[in-house]
Structure formats: structure tokens, C-alpha cells
């Protein structure tokens, strides 16, 4: 499928995964929607796109507070009329034990990494279902499959949105034509780890294995190979690891 003169709205842009993403889809034609809490690192994501005939719009927004999707979907609709695609991406990974009961930590990973994406499908879904189309696609993790230590809150939020995301597909996708996919990526290399601040699980990671991990426009490849598969063609999961990761 074509996807020149699609719209999506990307959160979690201003790096990593989201960033590689934005501009993967604007080298295909899409318009892309900007979001995150980073203005100034979005703002010069965006004269990137621009300057290599992207089309970009910024809207600064926290995916925990609805008022700011409002913002994302009345600026959307303003610049660009439809809604394609919901690349609903942020997240953050303080990983400690549970016994250190970091409850804030615990607190924002469940506010962003689940609820932020069931703000963003709450505040597009309307939309697509008024255009009888559209794409949801929601990044989970391969932590929401496996534990890994230190990752117990972590992988619950990752594992509430694999979950999610199957009964959203069921729900909507034949009703309405609007797909979902999941991507559920191994090990990234990406700004995620510097959300930690436990200094045992630091020094853990640091000394991790030395294997090649994904990139991030390696994961931005399968979003977009998901995004234009033809109406009728539903990929549920992408699942995708580095060669060397068990
Ligand atoms: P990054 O830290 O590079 O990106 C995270 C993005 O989320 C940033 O753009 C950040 O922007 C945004 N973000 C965080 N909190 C909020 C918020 N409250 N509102 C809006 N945006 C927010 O990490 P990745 O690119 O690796 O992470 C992207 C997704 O991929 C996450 O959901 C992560 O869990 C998942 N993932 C990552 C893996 C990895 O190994 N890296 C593996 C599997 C899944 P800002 O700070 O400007 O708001």
C-alpha cells in the first residue's frame, strides 16, 4: 500500500525508536505528528524532515495527560485532516527490585507505558472509526513475554499492553476495517536504559553481555513494512531480536 499522504501521530519522537520511526514514514510520503514532552529536540527532528521534503508537525505533549492528546488531535485534524496512524510509542524502563519499592518509578511506568497508550487510542479511536480506517500500533517489548531481573512493574506494563492490543484487534479490526499491530522488540539501542536510576541494576547492565543490539531504524523498518501492508492484511506482532539475544 501506498502510504504517500498518510498521517501519523508518533509519540515518543524526540529519540530512539519514535525518532527512527518519524523519519522512516516521512521518507514515504507520511505526514508525521511530532509528540513527546522534548520540544527542542522534536523541533529539530522536524526541520531534518522538512529539509529532506518531509512534512512534520510538532504538538508538545505529555501522554499521560488527556489534555494534551486533545491538543494532539485537534492539531492533526487542523494541519492534516485524517488520522492513519497511531504509533503509540513512548515509554520508560526504571528497572529495580521490588523490594526497593520505588513506587513513584512504578507509578510513571504504569502511567506511560499503559495508560499513555490507552489515552492515545482513546483519543484517536473515535476518529478512525468515523473514517472506517486506520492503523493503531502499540509498542509492547519482548519484556512482556519474559521477566528479566529487575523488570518485575516493567514487564507488567509491557505484558498489559501485548494483552490490549489483541483484545483492541478482536474488538475493532473487523468491525471497522481499523488495524492493529503489536511490536514487541528484544534489546534496543536507544536513550531507554538512562531512565534508570537504581545504581545495583546499572551496574548490572553495564556489565551485560557484548552482543550487537537492534538499532533503532531497525525496529522503524517493521513499523513501516506493517504500516503498508494492503487494507485487508492485518500483521497482529511483530516480534523481532537481535541475532545474538537468547
Ligand atoms: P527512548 O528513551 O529513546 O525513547 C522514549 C521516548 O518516550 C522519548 O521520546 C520520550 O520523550 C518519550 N516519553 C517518555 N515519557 C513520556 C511522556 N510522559 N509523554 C510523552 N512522551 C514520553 O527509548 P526507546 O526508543 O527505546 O523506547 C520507545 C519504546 O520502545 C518504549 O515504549 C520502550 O519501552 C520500547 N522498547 C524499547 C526497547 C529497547 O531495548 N530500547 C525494547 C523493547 C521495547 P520525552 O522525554 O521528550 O517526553
Known amino acids: ?17 519514535g525518532e527512527a520511526t518519524a523519519k522512516k514514514l516521512a521518507e514515504q510520503g507520511v505526514n508525521v505528528v511530532l509528540c513527546a ?7 529539530e527532528l522536524k526541520d ?13 505533549a505529555d501522554v499521560t495527560n488527556k489534555e494534551d492528546w486533545n491538543t494532539v488531535i485537534e492539531n492533526t485534524q487542523e494541519h492534516f485532516n485524517s488520522i492513519d496512524i497511531l504509533f503509540n510509542n513512548a515509554g520508560l524502563m526504571p528497572l529495580s527490585y521490588v523490594e526497593k519499592l520505588k513506587t513513584d518509578e512504578w507509578e510513571k511506568m504504569v502511567d506511560v507505558n499503559l495508560k499513555g497508550v490507552l489515552n492515545g487510542v482513546a483519543a484517536t479511536l ?3 472509526q ?3 480506517s486506520g492503523h493503531i500500533i502499540n509498542v509492547s517489548s519482548s519484556a512482556g513475554r519474559k521477566y528479566f531481573p529487575g523488570g518485575a512493574v516493567y514487564c507488567a506494563t509491557k505484558a498489559a499492553v501485548t494483552m490490549f492490543s489483541e483484545g483492541l484487534r478482536q474488538e475493532i479490526a473487523p468491525e471497522y476495517g481499523i488495524n492493529v499491530t503489536l511490536i514487541e522488540p528484544g534489546f534496543v539501542s536507544t536513550e531507554l536504559q538512562d531512565t534508570i536510576t537504581d545504581e545495583d541494576i ?12 537492534l538499532q533503532a531504524n531497525d525496529i522503524a523498518q517493521a513499523v513501516a513494512y506493517a504500516a503498508a501492508t494492503p487494507d485487508h492484511v492485518n500483521v497482529n506482532d511483530v516480534y523481532i531480536y537481535p541475532t545474538q539475544q537468547k
Not at 546499572?202 to 543490539?213: F, H, V, Y
Open 1 to 17: 500500500m501506498d502510504l504517500q499522504g498518510k498521517t501519523a501521530i508518533i509519540t515518543g519522537a524526540s529519540s530512539g525508536i
Open 37 to 43: 514532552r522534548r520540544t527542542e529536540k522534536l523541533e
Open 48 to 60: 531534518e524532515i522538512t529539509q529532506s521534503g518531509g512534512n512534520a508537525l510538532v504538538v508538545t
Open 126 to 128: 473515535p476518529i478512525m
Open 130 to 132: 468515523e473514517q472506517k
Open 202 to 213: 546499572k551496574e548490572q547492565l553495564g556489565n551485560m553481555s557484548d552482543m550487537t543490539p
